[in-house]
């Protein structure tokens, strides 16, 4: 078996494991990791041959840009305080708590070594915590938080691995040099994002197709990523700039087709690059056999030490931090009723600022999984110094690393759907119908508004008025049916049976127009251009 060979394998793996996962009740990206173990195994797999500074670059654009796609600006601006507290203040704590033990028990590693390793395990994986929060029905205010976390955390992280290598090569290290490079970092990164998004935007509108704007979207990521990265800024934050300033200011409600073709098109790609990632995490356990031999005693009690304190300071600094965020957010929960009470407003869609309890702090703490970043820096360690000496205790770091990517990715992966059902935390259903009800009301009168305003100016018959109010009815009924009266449900039921009843019948007629059609395609004087043509027309109708 070649590289290209095992990619393949990788990637129809990836495809394989999404129902499998779903039927197991275990997440694809851990399942992913568990079968690359294996195959790293077999003789005949070979070694992974990517160079490590390709494996960032290459993964984590992608999957970042399809991540934001399910999210928003305002989502990140609800939860800022959370997210702050662990995409920022978790991420210093944690390297802070690593590299002080890693410098204690580590024979031979320097304090610039040890702050390097303690930046590269600190950050949870924003691909694990997306794809297995998501699949397990979590309250949407904590798949959100662990979104942002995993989203922002890489930024603070590969600056403090950056300037902690670059101290370990050169032995120098200068704290207002460091403050520095951070915040040049964030600004070069927000800049590049934010001027790719408006030039992707403006393309966006001269391409006027959905086949050649997805293919743009696809290169977009890809490009902020790599410029920012070379103009000594962010690469991870640059992303997610970008894909924020296409989502709030590239969308639009009209393009039906666009929208459809891109929610088909991006999942597929965050499964095949989600489980191609994973797979090479487990591909790249030979690393860790090749550097643990012969010491495999002392390493394992050095990994299961560091491994013990990466779980344990998010425990314990989850715990406190959630029990004052609560106890704040309450409050400014409470005034913001109060006040709303005394201006007449609704207040049922602040219910999703309620705090977390403890148990879904529980579920925080076992969500933080680390992945592909962890890895991908670790195996980007320098081999020497700036002084051709080897770089200190690089076989300890790079075994610690691994050893708390497997732990933290399959034991706390393959544990959190168990943790998940005990607890009992599952999504608020009550919540997400009233908000589904007061989307269904909004779309309902502006349909009807929309209606009033083209009747002013137009005249109709009685019975396309008719016809044309009760579409305008249709459009929030048939999302919400509970926000009609049961006398006008019963009647839009009614006349739902008599559509879906038509429907059949227009759909059996449209699949035998299809399969006509594209029998010719076989036929003797038929051009097939011609043909796909027409097909399509068909298709588009049978959407319709």
Not at 40 to 63: E, T
Request: aromatic share 6%; glycine share 6%; with cysteine.
């Amino acid at each position: 078996m070649d590289q290209l060979a095992l990619f393949f394998v990788l990637m129809l793996a990836a495809i394989v494991m999404v129902p499998l996962g779903e039927r197991l009740k275990l997440p694809s990206p851990v399942l992913m990791t568990l079968l690359g173990g294996v195959m790293a195994a077999l003789p005949f797999v070979p070694d992974v041959q990517i160079p490590p500074g390709l494996i960032l670059p290459l993964v984590l654009p992608p999957l970042l840009y399809a991540s934001v796609q399910r999210t928003s600006w305002r989502q990140f601006a609800n939860n800022k305080r959370s997210i702050f507290l662990l995409a920022v203040a978790l991420v210093f704590v944690t390297t802070a708590a690593v590299a002080a033990v890693a410098q204690a028990v580590v024979p031979g590693i320097t304090l610039a070594a040890a702050v390097a390793l303690g930046a590269l395990v600190a950050p949870p994986d924003p691909v694990a915590a997306t794809a297995v929060a998501g699949s397990l029905g979590l309250p949407r205010r904590m798949v959100s938080i662990l979104e942002g976390e995993g989203l922002f955390n890489d930024v603070t992280a590969i600056v403090l691995y950056n300037v902690a290598i670059t101290a370990a090569v050169t032995g120098t290290f200068s704290w207002p040099h460091a403050v520095g490079e951070f915040v040049l970092s964030a600004v070069v990164a927000v800049g590049v994002g934010v001027v790719l998004g408006w030039g992707a935007n403006k393309l966006m509108d001269i391409v006027d197709d959905p086949t050649l704007q997805i293919g743009l979207t696809l290169l977009v990521p890809f490009a902020s990523y790599v410029i920012a990265d070379r103009a000594q800024g962010s690469g991870v934050l640059a992303v997610l700039t970008t894909a924020l300033f296409l989502a709030e200011y590239a969308t639009d409600a009209d393009d039906v087709r666009g929208r459809l073709a891109s929610n088909t098109f991006w999942p597929i790609v965050d499964t095949l690059v989600t489980g191609l990632a994973f797979g090479l995490i487990g591909l790249e356990l030979h690393n860790v056999f090749d550097v643990g031999s012969g010491r495999w005693g002392s390493m394992l009690a050095h990994a299961g030490i560091i491994v013990g304190v990466v779980v344990g300071v998010r425990l314990l600094w989850l715990l406190p931090a959630a029990s004052l965020l609560a106890r704040r957010l309450k409050r400014e929960h409470r005034e913001r009723l109060e006040e709303r009470e005394r201006d007449g407003q609704d207040d049922r869609a602040e219910d999703q600022d309620i705090p977390m309890t403890w148990r879904e702090t529980a579920v925080m703490w076992w969500a933080g999984m680390r992945g592909v970043a962890s890895v991908a820096l670790a195996l980007a360690i320098p081999l020497t110094t700036h002084n051709h000496a080897p770089f200190p205790a690089r076989d300890e770091v790079l075994f610690i690393a691994f050893a708390v990517v497997l732990s933290t990715l399959v034991l706390q992966g393959l544990t959190l759907p168990w943790m998940v059902k005990r607890l009992g935390v599952r999504s608020d259903i009550g919540l997400e119908h009233d908000l589904e009800r007061m989307l269904a009301l909004r779309a309902m009168m502006a349909a009807k508004l929309r209606l009033k305003e083209i009747e002013t100016v137009e005249t109709f018959s009685d019975e396309l008025s008719e016809l044309l109010h009760r579409r305008a009815f249709d459009v929030g009924a048939r999302i919400c049916p509970d926000i009609v009266t049961e006398e006008r449900r019963e009647t839009h039921g009614q006349h739902v049976k008599r559509m879906r009843k038509i429907r059949q019948v227009q759909n059996e007629m449209l699949s035998a127009a299809r399969h006509e059609v594209l029998s010719a395609r076989s036929e003797a004087g038929y051009d097939p251009e011609i043909v796909d043509r027409v097909l399509r027309q068909l298709d588009v109708r049978s959407l319709r």
